[in-house]
């Protein structure tokens, strides 16, 4: 019996929930004339072809390493939270056309409480997926559902704007509002784009694991400097969920081949403890004949 992989099961309800919340956001918003809850429809177009691209990422990401990847399909990943990120920012640059338009062009808001009936089942609906994705994007480490969680926290935010403007229009007839409240809300999707992309597209051009991360690696390699003289050019980097790490470990040169691989074993799965998906290159370097500190790395 095939394992079920939570990270698909994930992505599969966010396209799912994303489906229903466009049909129910595009037909109300022409129904009732709202570029507001329009712009909510179009977001929310965009986020169900994000989570259709994150489906299929977490899917081939997950496929092990084979000829021509070497070194596994991780990348995927970050590939599909940077093309969310793209897709936010096309969004935005709609939505302020759109209500630029409506501000020049006035057109009153009718029956505003399915407009506010709809905004308020999908800032419910958003809440609760994204809180799953993003809890299954941390037990999994995978940024393409932390990315589609990102966008669906972004989507509360703005559904929440979008009901405040049609309840104004309700209180005060001001129809100016919303359109005022569509702009809000591209604000709001510009700034959670540029987060994504920076996060995402970061490990695309290889770059370091963070400073925590990377002192965490630093910190288990440390728990066995009695055993070895010294370690340097450490380099990391990150694809998708898996890390690679490698460096040079100097030891004693009248050790044994056994005595070293024995050593990079144990360092390896040490700092597999802390980060599941990783993959550890360790280049041992004997020291010079001549070293106190080969005299104690001999002793242990």
């Not at 062009?105 to 997926?129: D, L, T, Y």
């Not at 299954?136 to 990102?150: F, G, V």
């Not at 995402?200 to 963070?210: E, I, M, T």
Request: glycine share 6%; hydrophobic share 45%.
């Amino acid at each position: 019996m095939s394992t079920i992989n939570p990270k698909e099961q994930a992505a599969k309800l966010s396209v799912i929930s994303n489906t229903a919340l466009v049909v129910g956001k595009l037909t109300v918003g022409v129904a009732i004339g709202s570029v507001g809850v329009l712009s909510e429809g179009i977001h929310s177009s965009l986020d169900l072809l994000a989570s259709i691209i994150a489906f299929f990422a977490v899917r081939q990401a997950s496929h092990p390493a084979d000829e021509k990847h070497r070194y596994g399909h991780g990348k995927i990943e970050n590939l599909s939270g940077t093309l969310e990120g793209v897709l936010i920012l096309i969004a935005a640059f709609w939505i302020v056309l759109e209500a630029i338009q409506k501000l020049l062009h006035p057109q009153a808001v009718e029956f505003v409480g399915w407009g506010v009936g709809i905004m308020a089942v999908s800032s419910i609906v958003n809440f609760f997926i994204s809180r799953h994705l993003q809890k299954i994007s941390e037990e999994t480490d995978s940024i393409a559902l932390k990315a589609d969680a990102m966008h669906l926290r972004t989507d509360v935010l703005t559904s929440l704007g979008v009901m405040a403007g049609l309840l104004g229009i309700y209180l005060t007839g001001w129809q100016w509002l919303d359109p005022l409240a569509a702009i809000a809300v591209a604000a709001l999707i510009v700034h959670a784009a540029w987060e994504l992309i920076r996060e995402s597209f970061a490990p695309l051009l290889d770059a370091s694991l963070s400073y925590e991360d990377e002192q965490k690696i630093i910190g288990k390699i440390k728990d066995h400097q009695e055993h070895f003289i010294d370690f340097h050019d450490l380099r990391t980097r990150k694809a998708g969920s898996e890390r690679h790490v490698d460096f040079h470990l100097t030891v004693c040169r009248y050790h044994s081949i056994e005595h070293a691989h024995g050593l990079a074993d144990r360092i390896e799965y040490d700092i597999q403890t802390i980060f599941n998906e990783t993959s550890i290159l360790i280049h041992h370097e004997p020291c010079d004949e001549v070293c106190e500190g080969c005299q104690k790395a001999c002793k242990a």
